[in-house]
């Protein structure tokens, strides 16, 4: 079964400073891979897929992500964060064979230091 | 086109009751799944409904249960509430029989607290 992993539970940063959280998936086989942000009282909110290709993904508000094979990993960068980016993101494969379900990271909490 | 809306935001039920939560899902969107969110962590998958059928599940006990109506809307019904079914329930739409590769539109939750 898949699963994800997010070591950082809760991450703070300064406005303006790069910005880069951690993702780790278990799979046998090459998933889709997800970032979702949420911000407080709100659903969830698609920044960017990965399904094959390039390996370097753009997302929405200046967010990338790489997949990289041999580390199983998905680590979401933004080179400058903004106040407006302090929300929770989440992590999220899911298998491309059968009853395609999202199974989600934990979250890491992002707050944005003036 | 309009988004997912879930009704009620918020409600407050005590142990042992039954609770119904509904979701109207966005417009085309033919394909409806619901998740659990627990305070501090990542959402859940409760089961997806397709063609008013189940169409998976994951590991819930019997006592949640869901519909699908012609129109694509659904709601999920609990029975028997616990104190651990506090959470956001988040609803999301999509097309194709939930094949994740169409996305998912989510919904903004229906906060439910058990006491």
């Known amino acids: 079964a898949q699963s994800v992993t997010q070591p950082d539970i809760h991450i703070t940063v300064s406005e303006g400073a790069s910005l880069e959280l951690r993702c780790n998936y278990s799979?046998?086989?090459?998933?889709?891979l997800f970032w979702y942000v949420q911000s407080p009282g709100q659903g969830l909110q698609l920044l960017l897929k990965?399904?094959?290709?390039?390996?370097l993904v753009q997302g929405i508000k200046g967010f990338e992500a790489e997949f990289k094979r041999s580390q199983s990993s998905f680590n979401l960068r933004k080179p400058s964060v903004h106040w407006s980016d302090a929300a929770e993101y989440f992590c999220?494969?899911?298998?491309?064979?059968?009853?395609?379900?999202?199974?989600f990271g934990q979250g890491t909490r992002l707050t944005i230091n003036p | 086109e309009t988004g997912v809306t879930q009704s009620p935001t918020h409600l407050i039920k005590t142990r042992g009751q039954q609770v119904t939560l509904r979701c109207s899902s966005q417009?085309?969107?033919?394909?409806v799944s619901w998740y659990q969110q627990a305070l501090g962590q990542g959402p859940q998958f409760i089961f997806q409904?397709?063609?008013?059928?189940?169409?998976g599940r994951g590991n819930f006990p019997p006592r949640f249960s869901g519909l699908q109506f012609p129109n694509y809307s659904s709601e999920l019904n609990v029975n028997a509430l616990e104190l651990d079914d506090s959470a956001l329930y988040l609803c999301?739409?999509?097309?194709?029989?939930?094949?994740?590769?169409?996305?998912?539109?989510f919904g903004s939750g229906t906060r439910l607290t058990v006491v």
């Open positions: 999301a739409s999509s097309l194709g029989g939930g094949q994740v590769a169409y996305g998912y539109t």
């Open positions: 799979y046998g086989a090459t998933p889709y």
């Open positions: 990965y399904f094959s290709g390039d390996t």
């Open positions: 999220a494969v899911a298998a491309i064979q059968g009853a395609q379900k999202l199974v």
């Open positions: 417009s085309g969107h033919n394909t």
């Open positions: 409904y397709y063609r008013e059928e189940e169409n």
